[in-house]
T-cell receptor
Framework: TQLLEQSPQFLSIQEGENLTVYCNSSSVFSSLQWYRQEPGEGPVLLVTVVTGGEVKKLKRLTFQFGDARKDSSLHITAAQTGDTGLYLCAFTSGTYKYIFGTGTRLKVLA | NAGVMQNPRHLVRRRGQEARLRCSPMKGHSHVYWYRQLPEEGLKFMVY????????ESGMPKERFSAEFPKEGPSILRIQQVVRGDSAAYFC???????????????FGPGTRLTVL
């Protein structure tokens, strides 16, 4: 069974601080997606990473895909209250089926 | 708004009733996926459909649950004789066809929150 672990599960920080969340798998994946989900809404796609070692930036968010394609990280610089939400990673191992991690709940305090 | 649409957003049912959840995929998308999310948990795959075909229903309970994606109209997730344990958020996602693409990006709707009393 493929598992996807995210850490930390919960994170509460002050506005302006930096943070990193992690996503780790027991298997190699062909692609990995990061989503953000706000309360009462569906997940919104932030980025897809495909190539081992790949780094993608989305404004203050930096996504990295591990060289072995078994892990990924999301780094947020100078967090803002609008970054609050549930961050989910999901991967496919070459098929259509997404396996989601349990998520990291981020709360950014003003 | 060309995003994935789901309705109703909230649905309350008593035990034993039927729940029907609808999903209209993004324009240009012919593949639909249903996921279930329990409180404080991630999303769990239920079923994958293309027009008029169920491709993979391995994540769907064998009894009481069914899904369809007819030639015309939205995809429907149907839950018969609901029980309290069915209370959850149900999300639909859609994607383009998988042929010739290096990876599969799925775009999610806002979800239907089902509460069973």
């Amino acid at each position: 069974t493929q598992l996807l672990e995210q850490s930390p599960q919960f994170l509460s920080i002050q506005e302006g601080e930096n943070l990193t969340v992690y996503c780790n798998s027991s298997s190699v994946f062909s692609s990995l997606q990061w989503y953000r989900q706000e309360p009462g809404e569906g997940p919104v796609l932030l980025v897809t990473v495909v190539t081992g070692g790949e780094v993608k930036k989305l404004k203050r968010l930096t996504f990295q895909f591990g060289d072995a394609r078994k892990d990924s990280s999301l780094h947020i610089t100078a967090a803002q209250t609008g970054d609050t939400g549930l961050y989910l990673c999901a991967f496919t191992s070459g098929t259509y089926k997404y396996i989601f991690g349990t998520g990291t709940r981020l709360k950014v305090l003003a | 708004n060309a995003g994935v649409m789901q309705n109703p957003r909230h649905l309350v049912r008593r035990r034993g009733q039927e729940a029907r959840l609808r999903c209209s995929p993004m324009k240009g998308h012919s593949h639909v996926y249903w996921y279930r999310q329990l409180p404080e948990e991630g999303l769990k795959f239920m079923v994958y459909l293309q027009k008029e075909n169920i491709i993979d229903e391995s994540g769907m309970p064998k009894e009481r649950f069914s899904a369809e994606f007819p030639k015309e109209g939205p995809s429907i997730l149907r839950i018969q004789q609901v029980v309290r344990g069915d209370s959850a958020a149900y999300f639909c996602a859609s994607s383009r066809g998988l042929a010739g693409v290096p990876y599969n990006e799925q775009f999610f709707g806002p979800g239907t929150r089902l509460t069973v009393l």
